[in-house]
């Protein structure tokens, strides 16, 4: 069981809505923290916690999978030519 405190303009809004679809404003309530949840536990996924940090976005180079050897290469003959 869970009690909860709305404003006057809350309480009306919330209230019309129900209303105006049919629905309890328990059910509203119920709706709207099940749609909360969803958003806030795929914002919280491993791959979007790092999303900005794989691939050719973050990088700014788009052929970095394709060309990982040439500068592999590159960066040995740097290395062992001295």
Do not use: W
Not at 18 to 36: G, H, R, W
């Amino acid at each position: 069981m869970l009690n909860v405190r709305l404003d006057k303009d809350t309480e009306k809004t919330l209230k019309d809505y129900s209303e105006q679809n049919n629905m309890s404003k328990t059910d509203v309530v119920k709706e709207a923290l099940a749609m909360y949840f969803t958003k806030e536990i795929a914002g919280k996924l491993p791959y979007s916690l790092g999303e900005d940090l794989f691939g050719a976005d973050a990088s700014g180079q788009s052929d970095r999978s394709t060309t990982y050897k040439s500068k592999l290469r590159e960066k040995l003959h740097v290395k062992h030519s001295h």
